[in-house]
């Protein structure tokens, strides 16, 4: 008997027992579908953060914003003092290992009006001439906002896709004229449109689309539209992979020497800190849901053995029939672990495609329950396949063995002699 003959009688025994082997599949299929479905669900996850951080300029930065009072003894102070301009140049010549630094204003819902009358209300940024590099915004037409624009404090403005669409339609905006009011208490100024920046996008925490800004040179917005002399943001882009907490206590010092030896004005943000808390999350729920699912292959295994012991009952005059004809040892111990391999192999492989389906499913409860993401996607890596195959196999070697050489010690005289 030839050993590929063993292996193709193994698998024919499952063919005709169908119902028997779903059964024995469904504990290998559950637990390889949940913990694909969780990692699908959890990379995905991470790609929305991972793409939302790379839509405001990438992780590797950090924020500095103003922080406007503290609670003390019950009640709220306020804190006057502001980061400045003259601050931002500070960190980008004494911090080390950083790119560049954006100081950015940020003011919502300012009116803004065509030539036509058409109106909106989108965010007003005034920013440097950097702004476009660091967020990794390509203008779609035009240019952005250059260095002498910041520095003459001229009245030009770039425009995000949409907006641009909303303004002017069809019609290109270069060169035309629009009315931007602060407040409604300020007067209108005029700010020639030299850009119109490519379609961007938002970030996984953002409530508005960089898509929907108009973008002034930063002198401009402090002298001619909002009227204030301080930065409301610095935006710190560091080197890859530099040490953030030695460049936040860099940058600390810098300010507190341009402030009298304070900095409790100012706090900061880093964006590593959501994509943290989302593995931290996820390793949790992997050490939870892998001790579930491992229970639950442990006593799909033990049915699979016991399936495969049963076997061996069922066909212990053939066992005896093909020793007596010549076969050996080795040839009835791979036609039965064949068998549990085979059950462990479906099962792996049904789960691969039911976790990828479940993953599905939750992805679009996903979307509902967050309604900021558009789409949640599924990310399921090649690896983790390869490891369900690796383990499935496994498993069905694990607990195949047993009945296997249990199968293979019988000998022809006694497997003969046994009733069925």
């Given at each position: 008997m030839k050993l590929q003959d063993a292996i193709a009688a193994g698998i024919a025994h499952l063919t005709q027992n169908r119902l028997r082997a779903g059964l024995s599949i469904l504990g290998i299929f559950?637990?390889?579908?949940?913990?694909?479905?969780?990692?699908?669900?959890?990379?995905?996850?991470?790609?929305?953060?991972?793409?939302?951080?790379?839509?405001?300029?990438?992780i590797d930065q950090v924020q500095f914003r103003?922080?406007?009072?503290?609670?003390?003894?019950?009640?709220?102070?306020?804190?006057?003092?502001?980061?400045?301009?003259?601050?931002?140049?500070a960190i980008e010549a004494e911090v080390p290992n950083i790119r560049y630094v954006l100081p950015?204003?940020?003011?919502?819902?300012?009116?803004?009006?065509s030539p036509d009358g058409r109106q909106a209300r989108p965010v007003l940024e005034?920013?440097?001439?950097?702004?476009?590099?660091?967020?990794?915004?390509?203008?779609?037409?035009?240019?952005?906002i250059s260095e002498g624009d910041v520095t003459q404090a001229l009245q030009v403005c770039v425009l995000g896709n949409n907006l641009a669409t909303e303004l002017f339609g069809e019609t290109?905006?270069?060169?035309?004229?629009?009315?931007?009011?602060?407040?409604?208490?300020y007067a209108s100024i005029r700010a020639r449109v030299v850009g119109v920046m490519a379609v961007k996008g938002r970030g996984v925490n953002s409530t508005w689309s960089l898509d929907d800004v108009?973008?002034?040179?930063?002198?401009t917005h402090q002298q001619r539209i909002s009227g204030y002399d301080y930065i409301e943001r610095i935006t710190v882009f560091t080197e890859e992979k530099a040490d953030m907490d030695a460049i936040i206590a860099a940058a600390r010092t810098v300010i507190r020497k341009n402030h009298q030896n304070r900095d409790n004005f100012v706090r900061h943000w880093v964006p590593t800190g959501g994509v943290q808390r989302l593995e931290h999350i996820q390793r949790v729920l992997k050490i939870a849901l892998g001790g579930i699912a491992g229970f639950a292959l442990f006593v799909s295994g033990i049915g699979i053995m016991n399936i495969c012991l049963v076997s061996v009952g069922e066909k212990t005059r053939e066992i005896g029939l093909r020793k007596s004809v010549g076969a050996k040892r080795i040839h009835i111990f791979y036609q039965f672990l064949t068998e549990s391999i085979c059950l462990c192999f479906c099962g792996g492989v049904l789960g691969i495609a039911g976790g990828w389906i479940a993953a599905h499913g939750m992805a679009r409860l996903a979307v509902r329950i967050v309604p900021i993401v558009p789409e949640w996607p599924v990310v399921l890596s090649g690896h983790w396949v390869l490891i369900a195959i690796v383990f499935s196999l496994f498993m069905g070697i694990s607990f195949g063995v047993y009945p296997a050489m249990q199968a293979a010690r019988l000998t022809p005289i006694d497997a003969l002699r046994t009733e069925n």
């Amino acid at each position: 008997m030839k050993l590929q003959d063993a292996i193709a009688a193994g698998i024919a025994h499952l063919t005709q027992n169908r119902l028997r082997a779903g059964l024995s599949i469904l504990g290998i299929f559950i637990g390889i579908a949940s913990v694909l479905c969780m990692m699908a669900i959890g990379d995905g996850g991470k790609k929305i953060i991972a793409d939302g951080l790379e839509t405001l300029g990438g992780i590797d930065q950090v924020q500095f914003r103003n922080h406007y009072g503290v609670f003390r003894r019950g009640r709220w102070h306020r804190i006057t003092e502001r980061l400045k301009l003259e601050d931002a140049l500070a960190i980008e010549a004494e911090v080390p290992n950083i790119r560049y630094v954006l100081p950015k204003n940020e003011s919502y819902r300012i009116l803004i009006t065509s030539p036509d009358g058409r109106q909106a209300r989108p965010v007003l940024e005034g920013v440097t001439a950097d702004y476009a590099r660091g967020m990794h915004w390509n203008v779609q037409e035009g240019r952005f906002i250059s260095e002498g624009d910041v520095t003459q404090a001229l009245q030009v403005c770039v425009l995000g896709n949409n907006l641009a669409t909303e303004l002017f339609g069809e019609t290109s905006p270069i060169g035309k004229e629009v009315k931007i009011k602060y407040r409604y208490w300020y007067a209108s100024i005029r700010a020639r449109v030299v850009g119109v920046m490519a379609v961007k996008g938002r970030g996984v925490n953002s409530t508005w689309s960089l898509d929907d800004v108009v973008c002034v040179p930063l002198t401009t917005h402090q002298q001619r539209i909002s009227g204030y002399d301080y930065i409301e943001r610095i935006t710190v882009f560091t080197e890859e992979k530099a040490d953030m907490d030695a460049i936040i206590a860099a940058a600390r010092t810098v300010i507190r020497k341009n402030h009298q030896n304070r900095d409790n004005f100012v706090r900061h943000w880093v964006p590593t800190g959501g994509v943290q808390r989302l593995e931290h999350i996820q390793r949790v729920l992997k050490i939870a849901l892998g001790g579930i699912a491992g229970f639950a292959l442990f006593v799909s295994g033990i049915g699979i053995m016991n399936i495969c012991l049963v076997s061996v009952g069922e066909k212990t005059r053939e066992i005896g029939l093909r020793k007596s004809v010549g076969a050996k040892r080795i040839h009835i111990f791979y036609q039965f672990l064949t068998e549990s391999i085979c059950l462990c192999f479906c099962g792996g492989v049904l789960g691969i495609a039911g976790g990828w389906i479940a993953a599905h499913g939750m992805a679009r409860l996903a979307v509902r329950i967050v309604p900021i993401v558009p789409e949640w996607p599924v990310v399921l890596s090649g690896h983790w396949v390869l490891i369900a195959i690796v383990f499935s196999l496994f498993m069905g070697i694990s607990f195949g063995v047993y009945p296997a050489m249990q199968a293979a010690r019988l000998t022809p005289i006694d497997a003969l002699r046994t009733e069925n």
